[in-house]
Each structure stands twice: as C-alpha cells, then as structure tokens.
C-alpha cells in the first residue's frame, strides 16, 4: 500500500508533552521507532479488498511541520530519519503558525500526483482537518489518523482508522507496555530460551554473531523464543511488540522478514501451533486458546458501553440519562458513580505514594481498583487521567484530593460537551459533579447539589476549551 504520512510536530508533541514529557522526547527524538511501527505493526484500515489487505504499508511520503523558532532540536532526528521537513514560523504574535494549511494543500496536490496514493496518515488533533479527510474518502483514498487528547465526534467519523494515543505511546513509543511479568531477553543468536518447547523447536547450538548469520539458521531459535514469550504472557501478546524485540536480536531481519515481505506473512509462516495468530484487530496477536481469553478489539469498548445495574445509579432516573448522553456525544467511561468515585479516590492514594507517570500510575490505578472490587478498566483510567492532564491539572502540587480532581474533570467533560453541541440544562453541572464523586441523591431531591459541587476559592476555574491541547 503507497503512504503518505503528514505530522503536524507541534500539535503532536504538546499533546503528548502535557501526558508525558518524557513520551514527547521520545516522539521527537527516535522517529524511526514509531516509523517501524506504522510500517510493521500497525494494521491497515478496514475495507481494502482482499488483495490490497495483503500487502505492506510504504510510506513513500515523509513530511514534518514544525516551527524552527521553537523545536529547531528536533530536526536533526526527523532528517536522519528520511522526513522532508517543512518549517512553519509562528505568523502572529500569538504564536500561531500556518502549518494547517501548508499539510492541506500538500495533500490535495498528491490527489493529482502521477503516483497514485492509497493512504494518507495526518497525524494532528486539529479538528481543521476534518474537510480534507472527507475529500480524500471521496477520492477513495484510505485515511489513518493519530489524534493526542480528544478528537470531536466529526473529525474521529472521517478517517478509516483512529490510532488511540495510549496504543501509540505503548507500541509505537513503546512506553509502558501492558505485560505482567518481566519480559525476557530479546532473542539473540547466541540465547538460549528457557520456556520446554516441542523438540522440533529445540533451538541450534549457539553460531556465529547475528550479522554474519544466514537467515534460516536462526529460524527454530525464533520459533522457541515467540512460544515463551507467549508462555510468559498472561495475556494476548501484541505483535507489535514482539516484532520489535525481534528486530532489536536481529538487526537484518527487517524489512524482508526472511523474503515474507512483511513481518505478519513472517509469523504466518513459522510453525507456532497450537499458539494462534489473531488480526482481527489493528497490529495483531499471538496468544494461546488454553490458557488466554481471544483478543477482541473492540472489546475495551464495549465494556465502557456495557451500563452498570440500575441500581448502581440510585433512584435518580436523570443522572444516568445525562451520564448515557456524554457517553455517546464524548466517549466518556460509563462508570457507575461508586465505581468512579473509587477510580478518583485511588487516582488520589497512588499519586500520594508515587511520582506520577501516566502508563504506570494508570496500571496501578486500574489494579488497585480491581484489588478492592470495582471492576474499572485500564482504557476507562487513561481517559480519567488524559483529561485531567489535558485540561492542565498538574500532579503532585498538593490538588490531588477527591473535591479537586472531580470539579477539575467535570469542567473538561462541560467544555467537551460543549465543543459537541450538545445540548444540557442548568441542572447538568451538579448531575456530573454527583456522578463523578459517587454522591447519589435521592429520587425526593434531584436538584440538590453535594458539597463537593462547590470548590474551594482558592481551586482554579475550569479549563476553557482554548487550554485544551485539541483544537475545536
């Protein structure tokens, strides 16, 4: 499949900045990692026939707009890495550049280029770019989008295939990768796994050094090596990863894949049953049927759409109607209000205990949770955090308590409500701020407002929409 690949450098790596500076150096540091990544992990959007499903993606086009004025430390990085870098100067005093409209007209013109191009990848939240997704969907042209923050409902609706930010940042940054137990050395030629396997996957004595070994010796070592990890995993193992840990043992490896073409064809080839390989969802994986629950990758999803029992929401009939209402307009975890008062709750204990760092506060959150029966998911987390993170609260400064963190995430969720049109009485801040801190009122008093609605004079308004790293 012929790419081409757009990076708006700005948006991107503030966005990921306010998560986690240290993602956002990694992003603008080692562009090749993420760009292994797109080419061999990351699935190719749905509807591509049966032909065209087969085949690699070739990002023949590489282009970078940044402002040289503020990320002229980057371009080294994104030169070596084959980008053709496009400078976009701030043109006001306030710092705005015309980066949109120089990522615009440079895909319209591909539209005419000789070479047909069958993807283009915007990676940007700016909602400006939802008219261009929409022209290139008319032409047929395959669209991938990677969005850090809140994409609106409009802009996620025109692409084909939306790159979650927590996904990126775990497989693409590889930050924080979701496994249980220390993972293993990477596969060398000289290392031995120490998973039993069949004798047939018995590795070779140990040869000579990984540049200057044919292909096919190390083949079995592979095999046996793919079967432990898998053994290790207490969960479906994302290709992704594994792919690149293969690459990093040996560094010949890639591109061809042992003459496959593409690093699924590879894993494909290998004899790994009774391990399966399961694509169905974007950059695949390999798991064991007797000891892991198949992958599904929608199922993140439906388990924040599944709606608690009634009676988790008390006798009030309007809160859940409001709370089912932002679901659908924003995406917002559908968390009963004891379950979401726990989630803030150990968002407050962890941060107390621990230095804040979004992929592993997020797990330990999410465990804790689980350790005290609140069924709360890891995707369900990282959205909690993301927005609170996103509309500029700071962790750690001594605002982590339980009023603080909620009047803070029920003004994100307003202003995103809002950028969504959707349509709320006056009544809708005292329903959140009772949902999101679990005080239910009582069917007699639905108007009343807990105490935790009203902040403190000294906490901070709500963040407007301008201070949100998504455009509107």
Known sequence: MKSALFVDFDNVYSGLRKLDPAVAERFGRHPLEWIGWLTDGLGLPEGLDAAEARTRRRLLVRRVYLNPQVYQRFRPSFNHAGFEIVDCPSMTSEGKTSTDIHMVLDMVELLQHPVHYDEFIVFSADADFTPVLRKLRRWDRRTTVLAVGFPSAAYRASADLLIEPDRFIREGLGFGAEVDEA???????????????????????????????????????????????????????????????LMAGHPGLAPEWGGQGSFRRFLEALPLAPLRLDWSGSGGHLYDPARHVPPRPLAAQQTLRTPPAASAWGADPALFALARQMHDAIGMPLLSPRDFRALLEMIAVDVAAQPFQLNETGKRVRDRCRDAGHEVSREAVNWVLRGLLLCGHEFGRGHDDLPTLSYRLVGNLLNLCRREQMVMDEGAPALLQRWVSGKIAPAAAPDAVPEAAAPAPAQPEPATAADQSTQP
């Open 183 to 245: 993972p293993g050395p990477a596969p060398g030629p000289a290392s031995a796994p120490t998973a039993t396997v069949p004798e047939a996957s018995e590795p070779a004595s140990p040869g000579p050094t990984a540049a200057a070994m044919p292909l096919e010796l190390p083949l079995q070592q592979m095999t046996a090596w793919l079967r432990a990890e898998v053994e290790r995993a207490d969960q479906p193992v994302p290709c992704a990863r594994l792919a690149s840990r």
